[in-house]
């Protein structure tokens, strides 16, 4: 493992936390997140430590933390690996992510205003120029965090991102349903939360049947399979 990959982050990440156990987690959450780091990839804590130049007990608490964000597996006697979602989990976390954000989208609805919907055009249109891979995943978020931000508290954004965190890595090699983001803001502008919770769970139902024929492609699997074990 090449962990020198880190280091343009690195000096960004000393000014931005306040403990060397913050800056260590949100660099790792971001390398794994962003694809620096591939599912399955081991996290050597030595490397880690030196090119982070903390000592292995901030190393050793923000994998623990990141385990418990469903980002890494902390194995006994053999260290930390970026975490692989298995078909049934991916499809776990899509159906949950369904139900959590199409809660969150009919609250968004209801409490949008005419300055909300200019903002969130803008960042539509950010996700329409982004480039692939790492730039396209940032904006995605940023378009989410805003629009749930309308109507929600904290927790409900806080666990609608860390669901997307858990996927985001396998969506950077590929754009799913382009201009999706200004069709939905169409929703919005009417008033519409059913159309807008319809559309939505559409959405990323399509998206999760698309990545899991992917996967089952790179498994060199033929049969679809019923979804629960795809």
């Known amino acids: 493992m090449d962990v020198s990959r880190?280091?343009?982050?690195?000096?960004e990440a000393r000014q931005r936390y306040r403990t060397a156990e913050d800056m260590v987690t949100g660099v790792l959450r971001e390398a794994i997140i962003t694809g620096v780091f591939s599912p399955g990839e081991r996290l050597p804590q030595d490397q880690l430590a030196d090119l982070l130049m903390v000592s292995r007990m901030p190393i050793r608490a923000a994998l623990r933390q990141l385990d418990s964000e469903g980002l890494v597996v902390n194995i006994p006697h053999r260290?930390?690996?970026?975490?692989?979602?298995s078909p049934a989990e991916l499809r776990e976390l899509y159906e949950l992510r369904v139900v959590v954000e199409c809660f969150a989208l009919r609250r968004s609805v209801a409490a949008a205003t005419a300055s909300d919907l200019v903002e969130l055009a803008g960042f539509a249109e950010d996700c329409e120029n982004a480039e692939e891979g790492e730039e396209w995943i940032q904006r995605r978020c940023a378009f989410y965090r805003r629009l749930y931000t309308i109507g929600n508290g904290v927790r409900v954004v806080d666990t609608i991102m860390a669901l997307r965190a858990e996927v985001s890595r396998y969506l950077l090699k590929k754009r799913f349903c382009p201009g999706w983001h200004?069709?939905?803001?169409?929703s919005l502008?009417?008033?519409?939360a059913d159309?807008?919770?319809?559309?939505?769970?559409?959405?990323?139902?399509e998206v999760l049947e698309s990545m899991e024929r992917e996967i089952a492609a790179a498994n060199g699997c033929n049969g679809a399979g019923d979804g629960r074990n795809r």
Do not use: I, S
């Open 182 to 186: 200004r069709e939905l803001l169409g």
């Open 79 to 85: 260290g930390a690996t970026v975490r692989e979602l």
């Open 195 to 205: 159309e807008a919770a319809l559309f939505l769970e559409e959405h990323l139902m």
């Open 189 to 192: 502008a009417k008033r519409d």
């Open 6 to 11: 880190l280091e343009p982050w690195v000096a």
